[in-house]
């Protein structure tokens, strides 16, 4: 199995700054990657779909990228909603695993 | 617009089986691949199993050692989970997610069933 692992597992930023969080996979998958904001008690919601493709209707300060076995998320500018959990997901090959979570929480 | 809405999450003993569902409206299930995914009290998503839309190709999460099966409904427009010889570590929000535009990423996700195996 592919394991995917983010860093940090927890930020603590303020509103405004700019964040990266990063994802980290075991082999390579290409650009086969996912990116998901959950919100507590709230299903997943699909931010960026192959590493970099921004789902319509998502803010722009949101962006991914990377390849192979290194990505990144960035937010640009953190504001009030954007406090929440991020996940990565791997869709190179079964199981499609996620990574472990980062918990951003305002500073 | 697109809706799944799943059901029949509930408390049941370990041993026992369960079978979840997830209604699908504002598209059809022959257009998308369906997967269910699970996130246990206060961790992460864990993928469980994919219906392909063609329905000739399902996968399972190797955690599930062949106790759950996915299936759908076509008339229905439904998908199923059926769970069987559950244990505690089964306990979970029960979600069903779709990938329609995307080639990786689920563009939608329901609202989710909590599964309690307890004794």
């Known amino acids: 199995d592919i394991q995917m692992t983010q860093s940090p597992s927890t930020l603590s930023a303020s509103v405004g700054d700019r964040v990266t969080i990063t994802c980290r996979a075991s082999?390579?998958?290409?650009?086969?990657l996912a990116w998901y904001q959950q919100q507590p008690g709230k299903a997943p919601k699909l931010l960026i779909s192959?590493?970099?493709n921004l789902r319509s209707g998502v803010p722009s300060r949101f962006s991914g990228s990377g390849s192979g076995t290194e990505f990144t998320l960035t937010i640009s500018s953190l504001q009030p909603d954007d406090f929440a959990t991020y996940y990565c997901?791997?869709?190179?090959?079964?199981?499609?695993?996620f990574g472990q979570g980062t918990n951003l929480e305002i500073k | 617009q697109v809706q799944l809405v799943e059901s029949g999450g509930g408390v049941v003993q370990p041993g026992r089986s369960l079978k979840l569902s997830c209604a699908a409206s504002g598209f059809t299930l022959s257009d998308c691949d369906m997967h269910w995914a699970r996130q246990a009290p206060g961790k992460g998503l864990e993928w469980v199993a994919l219906?392909?839309?063609?329905?000739?190709?399902?996968y399972y999460g190797d955690s599930l050692m062949g106790r759950f099966t996915i299936s759908s409904d076509r008339s229905k427009n439904t998908l199923f989970l059926q769970m069987n010889s559950l244990r505690p570590e089964d306990t979970a929000v029960y979600y069903c997610a779709t990938v329609c535009e995307t080639s990786s990423g689920f563009d939608f996700w329901g609202q989710g069933t909590l599964v309690t195996v307890s004794s």
């Open positions: 082999q390579s998958i290409s650009t086969w």
């Open positions: 219906l392909s839309k063609s329905e000739s190709i399902a």
């Open positions: 997901q791997q869709f190179y090959s079964f199981p499609y695993t």
């Open positions: 192959d590493v970099s």
